[in-house]
DNA sequence: TCTTTGTCATAGAGAGGATCAATAACAGAT
DNA sequence: ATCTGTTATTGATCCTCTCTATGACAAAGA
């Protein structure tokens, strides 16, 4: 049985009123309307669902039955609306970004102030994730933009923009003589090598390096994030592989010391990810356009 | 904000197929028509509900909300019309009556027999109750015809037809010489009086001949049923007011002797007692001009 | 790379149904 | 009897949905 549910609407009003005219006046219609529809609504159920009095409508035993579940079911529908305006607020006015801790510190923050400072009431969702969770939060929809190191090969992602992070190799002062002439790799491994932990796409990169020199990293020392290897730099441990925006200021401040390489080390590249076909929130859209 | 809930059927199946393509067909409709409609509904609710991919559509996040409270809105009226569905087989199929013990006896047996052999399928529902009590039931709907005693003066109610029911007095054959003659009223009193218990109609009309004689009847036994009053009548311990029909074969058997009086005994009138407004339901419309 | 296939979007025309204003019909109340 | 408040009916109108035809696009395959 199919009715047409603009039916039960009117249907609602006039139980709820018992009065055929009232409840024209308010569903913003005339009264033969509503009349008019409550007889198609009669004729498709095949049931009189209203008894007419000399002053309204009464329900009939089966118009009652109705009543309940109409009422329920409308009732359902209010509050899916309510559900929807409060989720539109919500997702006009919040932004949710996705990033390693390696791009938050050297690319991101910025941006972000920027936008926090132009934005004030717009709620900011920062989270600091692995490459592959970012990847995965992004296909299950629960973020809108992430921000990862390229390149990414997920079918289902697409990288919207991208933008080169240098790096360079640091040591301390302790490491001083070694910054007097450009090194080569092989010299560079006599060096111990601080690193992050593996696994992380930044630690791939590095070997990779090595590796396309047909040289092997070993890793010395295994840190969880990039201050920690700065640290370590810093107190004479060995080389650390870091972007150089991250240690600008040390190198300015000569804590730090940014070692020569005979092969220029590549940039990376941090790349902007959404979920393909994905429409992006005011926001996240907002932020976009900031950062280019 | 007052959204067209035809458009949330359409918006059902598109994201229950994830193709409008498919949700067109199970719609019985065209694509341009199902895209019309979520259209509208997206521009309604000012929030994209579908991400449209090569194959297919994608709910997002506001779309998947939407979706779940929308899904349970339609189970609801789903449930409401499988529920008008077999109400009206049930109604249409079902005989409610309500009807004065001395009335079923008297009157109904007959008619209820001629009806249920005519319709063996019709369900019939027969309770005995007092005349207030069918009334009460009437107005609230629980039974579709009322058999009671005239008049009935409830602003509610109204009766369709009437019917004469003749009475008499019988006494056992203990009291056979009292039929000699006609009796006076004033004789009559002399007799011991079997009478129902208080409060019914049926001694209320009795009791009112009395005293539009200026007389008082006492009641010697105060019984539960017309049976009962009989059977006492034939063991001889007094004078009952019964309906002719009822005791007719006893009187044709000479277990039980009517007495003549010299004021005739009024005939009662039994109505049939509709709600006022109500539409009969079909099996009570059939019954209904089966009786007359 | 080009074609094919499957998808959704758009445009314009058309039809059908909901809506309306006017009025009838009806029942209670005054 | 008349008045008031209700629902029902009628016929015209208008709007909205639906349709056909076509476009645009993306993915898959030749």
Redesign the interface.
């Known amino acids: ?1 199919i ?4 039916w ?2 009117v249907f609602l009003h006039a139980a709820e009123s018992s009065n055929l005219t009232k409840a024209a006046q308010s569903l913003h219609m005339t009264q033969p309307s509503v009349s008019y529809a409550i007889k198609q609504l009669e004729e498709t ?4 669902l209203f ?3 000399s002053k309204g409508v ?1 329900l ?3 118009g009652q ?2 009543y309940l ?2 009422r ?3 009732e ?2 209010d ?3 309510r ?3 409060k ?2 607020q919500f ?1 006009e006015g919040h932004l949710r970004i996705c990033a390693n801790g390696a791009i938050i510190k050297d690319f991101l923050l910025p941006s972000l102030d920027a936008f926090h400072a132009r934005y004030p009431s717009i709620r900011i969702q920062l989270s600091q994730d692995r490459t592959s969770r970012i990847l995965e939060r992004l296909k299950q ?1 629960s973020t809108d933009l992430g921000f990862v190191h390229l390149p990414v090969l997920d079918e289902e992602i697409e990288v919207g923009a991208s933008h080169a992070s240098p790096y360079c190799v640091v040591v301390g002062t302790a490491f001083a003589d070694w910054t007097l002439q450009p090194l080569s790799t092989e010299r560079l491994t006599e060096l111990p090598l601080l690193m992050l932990s593996p696994g992380s796409t930044t630690r791939s990169f590095i070997e990779g390096w090595f590796q396309s020199q047909g040289l092997e990293a070993e890793a010395d020392f295994e840190l969880n994030s990039l201050d920690m290897l700065a640290e370590f730099a810093e107190r004479g441990y060995g080389a650390a592989f870091l972007p150089r925006g991250f240690v600008a200021s040390r190198i300015a401040s000569r804590t730090l010391l940014e070692l020569r390489t005979e092969v220029p080390i590549p940039d990376r590249h941090i790349g902007i990810a959404v979920r393909k ?3 992006l929130s005011l926001a996240a859209e907002a932020f976009w356009s900031m950062l280019f």
Chains 1, 2 share one sequence.
Not at 45 to 48: A, F, N, P, S
């Open positions: 049985m009715v047409n549910t603009e039960y609407r159920l095949g049931v009189r008894d007419r009095l009464r009939t035993q089966e039955a109705l579940h109409v329920t079911a409308f359902e529908l509050s899916a609306e559900r929807i305006k989720l539109k997702s929809g076909h994905s429409s």
